[in-house]
């Protein structure tokens, strides 16, 4: 069953508070996935409403070339502070294939401004998903989503995803993450470390893999090999940054900073649409020393209420230390998913970091060999959950872009324990209702 036919129309949202959204039949819904991995504080937060309203009260956009603003320059502050490091340097843009289009954009300007004018090519890793623009579907590892595009998107060079569960073959998984880095210098060599700009990588795999973490050690074996070959190593946190794995910047878990990052949905958490594009201060000096400026910017780049929101959000999540309670609460649904479903025939793997998880479902778990896509296993699932009052994120294509499926879990970070109680018992009841009829 396919939600997005046209002949089958979607149930009108008409309120949200807190967690639960409401159609215009008066039905509750538990958003079990903050829609996707979106909405970080839920609905309705007086707050940051009360922030949106103030600024619309005094100037609702200052077009970011002719003006700054007092949001536009404390998000600035906030984002740099919270990212640490040497990411101190923001470009604002609209969402998450925005960003990734920048950081792209960031990239070439790097090292054309570097002397190396051949550096334009890019390397991704399969089983990723970076957006729906052009650029960023370019980069991206899902050939399902690909494919209608196929021969209008640059020439990005995939290696093997990174996933435990799932070692690509003929690679040792007790030493996966050193076999993967070889990969990805051998790639390198093979296309000329001179034709190459940046290595793209979601440190927790979202939409294509189901809350993938890298293998340990792998993220720092990739960074020292980005450098050795003067490749920029551009971390895609679209969806799992901002705190919602456990660490405001997800990468932190690996002990490695990037070149560039880039993130999006938790910014403004779905109160206004903005993301933003962090660049270390190597990066943005070399650019701006040969140009004078990075030469990027959108008509809504930095857009004031926008901003507005994001501080806001930022605000709340710093003040509740919501991070810190992705982390625990992270770890309590993984164990009760462990706990009520670790057993099921079907489920082949549990995964993810804080409030950014996954399980994926299998026709055998021993062979982890997935049901046939005719079946529409995630499809179905989401159909079903909906049904039941439950919102969550499930995928198909999960283990090579056709076959597979997964259940996205990525509720906002302040929900309470007994309604992460109730989305773990509408979670199970939603895959027995399914089994039941497979």
């Known amino acids: 069953m396919n939600q997005h ?32 991995a979106l909405f970080c504080l839920g609905h309705s ?11 619309y009260d005094s100037i609702e956009f200052a077009y970011s070339t002719t003006f700054t603003s007092d949001v536009i320059d404390e998000l600035s502050e906030l984002l740099v502070g919270l990212a640490g490091g040497d990411l101190k340097h923001v470009s604002y843009v609209s969402g998450g294939s925005e960003a990734a289009d920048t950081a792209m954009k960031v990239a070439l300007q790097y090292q054309l401004a570097k002397g190396y004018s051949g550096r334009t090519h890019f390397i991704a890793r399969r089983q990723s998903w970076h957006g729906y623009t052009i650029g960023a579907l370019s980069l991206s590892g899902h050939p399902a989503r690909r494919m209608p595009y196929t021969g209008s998107l640059l020439p990005v060079t995939h290696v093997s995803p990174a996933n435990v569960y799932r ?34 990588m979601e440190p927790v795999v979202g939409a294509a893999g189901g809350a993938v973490p890298a293998p340990d050690g792998y993220t720092k074996l990739v960074k020292d ?64 020393r040969c140009f004078g400026r990075f030469a990027s910017v959108h008509t809504y780049s930095g857009h004031t209420v926008a901003c507005a929101a994001a501080v806001a959000v930022q605000k709340i ?6 991070v810190a309670r992705c982390e625990s609460e992270g770890q309590y649904i ?20 804080g409030l950014f998880l996954a399980f994926e479902i299998v026709k055998d778990k021993q062979t982890k060999v997935p049901f046939d896509p005719a079946l529409h296993i995630a ?3 989401r159909s079903i959950a909906f049904a039941n009052g439950l919102i969550c994120y499930p995928s198909a294509g999960t283990v090579d872009g056709f076959n597979g499926d997964h259940v996205l879990i990525s509720p906002p970070y302040n929900i309470t324990r007994s309604e992460t109680d109730l989305m773990l018992d509408l979670l199970v009841q939603a895959y027995r209702d399914l089994m039941s009829v497979i």
């Open 167 to 200: 070692p690509p073959i003929g690679m040792d998984a007790s030493n996966l993450a050193q076999c993967l880095a070889d990969e990805l210098e051998q790639t390198i060599q093979r296309l000329g470390a001179e034709k190459v700009a940046a290595f793209f």
């Open 45 to 55: 937060n007086r707050e940051v409403v009360d922030a949106i309203k103030k600024q």
């Open 317 to 322: 999540i710093v003040r509740e230390s919501l």
């Open 334 to 353: 993984k164990f009760r998913l462990r706990e009520m479903l670790g057993d099921e025939p079907h489920v082949g793997d549990i995964r993810g970091r």
């Open 379 to 381: 499809d179905r699932f």
């Open 225 to 288: 090999i980005c450098h050795r070959y003067g490749v920029l190593l551009v971390a895609d946190e679209v969806m799992c940054g901002v705190g919602r794995c456990g660490t405001w910047r997800a990468m932190q878990a690996d002990d490695v900073e990037p070149d560039i990052m880039y993130t999006a949905k938790g910014l403004a958490g779905g109160y206004a649409p903005i993301g933003a594009v962090l660049m270390s201060s190597p990066v943005f000096e070399q650019i701006t």
């Open 5 to 36: 036919l046209p002949e089958q129309r979607l149930p009108k949202a008409v309120r949200g508070e807190g967690i639960f959204v409401y159609d215009d039949q008066g039905k509750q819904y538990l958003d079990g996935s903050g829609g996707p």
